[in-house]
């Protein structure tokens, strides 16, 4: 019993001295870059879109499943901004906002209907093909171009991903603190709602039950399709909120922008605890594993490690944490067997 609770608090604090253990290496590899309280609101902003983005992730990969259509999703979502904007005109940011979460919603409802309706054996199958269709969607639509939002109608829509709170300057107008940006404070609102959601709701401890046990929930007359079409209708709603944060973070609509969007919520979530095998990880876990990417990325880019190098090492980074998880499932196994040949 001592060693399992040992095991388990080392599990909790293991990507958080991670964490600190690579702040500390950044920080003193480049004291007069990395350090930087500017820099470290960057990195928060950098961090938003990829913790919004990881919140849907993770309650897939709870169910035991996947959602590899994410990046596109979020993606089709800020196009789908430029082109109303564009095209038609709208500007109203209420009506922007809700169109782009809307489509990126409707998407993941789709990811969960093929999944659960046609019986589909993975969600692997039913997300790679919707991350093809959303990306060709996007492409369609922009007409393979970039969008800027230049248009000043949007300037409240890109306030969520490119202001910040409490910014402040000297008489002389320098910045004497960057702020804190929006788009992070938004993530720490929606992931004490998701923590609440997760913990203390019946559909949230069902979302865990359907991935750690779907026997169980089976038995117990858990509606596992209706659970699982909402999980990936979930994670498209935050695909879609990511696309709006991602209009001001970026200031146009890119369909080729979200590459690495996918593998980066993937990292986040199993850095942070959750397990492909399902039933397990928690939204603060998937937040650090974000964090983590982030501060990653950062410090290669101002260690001005090019484009290659770093697809590399987060290319490592994921492997790595696959492979813990895996040694960690042998082990929780290889315990369960035991103290049932013990009992």
């Known amino acids: 019993m001592k060693n399992k609770k040992t095991r ?17 290496i950044f920080s003193i590899a480049m004291p007069t870059k990395f350090p930087k309280i500017a820099n470290i609101m960057n990195i928060l902003r950098q961090a938003s879109i990829n913790c919004l ?53 409707f998407a993941g409802f789709i990811n969960g209907t093929l999944l659960t309706r046609l019986d589909l054996p993975h969600p692997f199958v039913s997300t790679m093909g919707m991350k093809n269709v959303l990306l060709g969607v996007a492409l369609v639509i922009t007409g393979s171009q970039s969008i800027s939002f ?21 008489a002389a107008g320098k910045v004497t603190f960057p702020g804190i940006p929006v788009s992070f404070v938004l993530v720490v609102v929606v992931f004490v709602i998701f923590d609440i959601f997760l913990k203390k709701t019946a559909l949230g401890r069902q979302i865990y039950c359907v991935g750690g046990n ?61 397990s492909f095998t399902g039933g397990k990880g928690t939204i603060w876990g998937t937040m650090i594993g974000a964090l983590l990417m982030s501060v990653i990325r950062n410090g290669l880019n101002l260690a001005g490690a090019s484009n290659d190098i770093q697809y590399i ?29 013990q009992g």
């Open 214 to 274: 779907p026997e169980a929930a089976r038995l117990s007359g858990i509606p596992s399709k209706n659970v699982l079409t909402f999980v990936y209708s979930l994670s498209g709603f935050m695909a879609g909120l990511a696309g709006v944060v991602c209009v001001g973070r970026l200031a146009s609509a890119n369909a080729n922008a979200g590459a690495t969007y996918d593998n980066d919520a993937i990292a986040a979530c199993i850095v942070g605890g959750a």
């Open 53 to 105: 983005i990881a919140s849907g992730m993770l309650c897939a990969l709870i169910t035991a499943g996947i959602d590899l259509s994410v990046g596109s999703n979020c993606v089709l979502s800020t196009c789908t901004i430029g082109v109303l904007m564009q095209s038609f005109g709208i500007t109203n940011p209420v009506l922007l906002g809700l169109a782009g979460v809307g489509v990126s919603t």
């Open 8 to 24: 388990e608090l080392l599990e909790k604090l293991a990507t958080p001295l991670a964490l600190i253990i690579l702040v500390l």
């Open 313 to 341: 090492v987060i290319g490592s980074v994921i492997i790595l944490a696959v492979t813990i998880d895996v040694m960690r499932n042998k082990v929780e196994a290889k315990a369960r067997k035991m103290a049932a040949a």
């Open 150 to 170: 230049t248009n000043k109608g949007v300037d409240s829509l890109m306030w969520i991903g490119k202001e910040s709170f409490f910014r402040t300057t000297d």
